[in-house]
């Protein structure tokens, strides 16, 4: 428990805001959140969550719950194929604890919010749908926010979760552009078949296409491509475009690519992402989750990284009585490893959308490395997860 309870403003109700809220909650401090949606409304499509993320929503007493609402992946299983279908190599990922905790769960994004927000809900949070900040006043005592219906609230410590664009960020003075990766991503869901259990990658020319079960009835699509910076398509258009655009992918691809069209949930997003220094403090304002160090998708990190970040924030408030000191040891614990992530998935991201050449040397390249690469990455990423402290 911390020496004081806070009084917590959390700014954002995702990934990273539902996750804090919990965390902090559970560790004594008095929390609201306000959300700009008017109602919980969210992005269909799927979200893999590595063992990491896992271990994080275990300590957020809500991995049973998000386990029974996705899809563990047999034995962290990743099947990769060329675009015409035929096997490359399998990889598997990791997990400390198999028994209890998947190397991969797929999951419907709405079905993940439903669990944190539910849980967020139980815990007692006030929740203001439709509302946001527009002002942040930080003095010696505390920070004064002003609310979008008008109304002040007086708080000890602002949480900014909201998002890649955050415009809390800018309130506070960080002046950050959302970088464009150049890659755009288009998602989809469909029905299952019940064979199909393992996550798939399908390497074709300069482009992927992965498929992974999300529940017992869905799985979710995905296909990554160089996208010019400025592209706008509209979004009833997005199934026809999706199609076109991987129509060279056969294999395990083709029946899901033949069955978009009008009643398809598809969804278009061109990749940004956020390098930002620290410090991801200004006084008693702090940013978390893709505010702080959004990445590209490519490691499929994301998610967990703002898992993490709210396990770890309120490990560094309840370890450190200074405010001060408690948001600078949270953010020496976390950019280490979440630059690491954006790093890897950056060059990861810009090799996959730029390669030209020989396929086959590719293949043979992957099937000398690729099991080596995924331990790499994991190794790499506990250690530095480690080195942070604070139990994770
Ligand atoms: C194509 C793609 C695929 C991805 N796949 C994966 C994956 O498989 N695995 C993984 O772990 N990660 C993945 N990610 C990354 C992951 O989605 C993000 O890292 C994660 O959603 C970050 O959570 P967040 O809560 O910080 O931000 P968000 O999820 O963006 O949530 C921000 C919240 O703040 C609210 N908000 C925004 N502005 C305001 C405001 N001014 N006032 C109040 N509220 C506001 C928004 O409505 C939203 O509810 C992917 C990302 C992309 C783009």
Redesign the pocket.
């Known amino acids: 428990m911390p020496q004081r309870p806070l009084d917590i403003l959390i ?8 996750c804090a809220a919990i965390a902090l909650t559970r560790t004594g401090h008095r929390v609201r959140i ?4 008017e109602a919980w409304r969210f992005q269909s ?6 063992a990491n ?1 896992l271990e994080s929503l275990g300590k957020l007493g809500l991995l049973e719950d998000i386990l029974a609402a996705g899809f563990p992946v047999p034995e962290g299983r990743n099947a990769y194929y060329d675009h015409l279908g035929q096997p490359i190599v399998e990889t598997f990922y990791p997990t400390a604890d198999a028994s209890r905790i998947p190397a991969i769960l797929g999951i419907k994004r709405a079905e993940m919010h439903r669990v944190m927000a539910g849980r967020v809900a139980a815990l007692g949070v006030p929740v203001q749908l439709g ?3 527009t002002e942040l006043k930080d003095g010696a005592g505390g920070v004064t926010a002003t609310l979008s219906d008008g109304s002040v609230a007086r708080v000890d410590l602002v949480i900014a ?8 960020r800018a309130l506070i003075g960080i002046e950050v552009a959302p970088r464009y990766s150049g890659v755009g ?1 288009w ?1 989809a869901v469909h029905r299952r078949p019940p064979e199909l259990t393992d996550k798939i990658m399908m390497m074709g020319p300069a482009k992927r296409f992965g498929i992974i079960p999300i529940s017992d009835e869905l799985l979710y699509t ?1 296909g990554t491509v160089a996208e010019p910076g400025d592209s706008y398509y509209a979004p009833d258009d997005w199934p026809r475009l999706m199609a076109a655009r991987f129509a060279e992918f056969t294999g395990p691809a083709a029946p899901f690519l033949a069955e978009l069209g009008a009643g398809t949930e598809v969804l278009y ?1 061109a ?1 940004e992402e956020i390098v930002l220094p620290l410090p991801w403090h200004r006084g008693r304002v702090q940013l ?4 702080a160090h ?2 590209t ?1 490519f490691m ?7 898992m993490q970040d709210a396990v770890i924030l309120a490990d560094a408030l309840s370890a450190h009585d200074a405010l001060e000191t408690a948001l600078t040891a949270f953010g020496r614990a976390r950019f280490p490893v979440c630059a690491f992530v954006q790093d890897v998935s950056r060059a990861v991201g810009e090799a996959g959308a730029r390669e030209t050449g020989d396929p086959s040397a590719r293949h043979a390249e992957m099937r000398a490395t690729a099991q080596d690469k995924v331990d790499g990455f994991y190794d790499r990423l506990h250690t530095l997860t480690e080195a942070g402290g604070f139990g994770l």
Not at 300 to 306: L, R, S, T, V, W
Request: with cysteine.
């Open positions: 700014v954002g109700g995702g990934i990273a805001g539902c306000v959300e700009k949606q499509s799927g979200i893999f969550v590595y993320g509302t946001t900040v979760a909201d998002g890649v664009r955050s415009a809390t991503v998602r995905f997003t990749v978390i989750g893709d505010a959004a990445s998708p499929g990190q994301g998610g967990a990284m703002a």
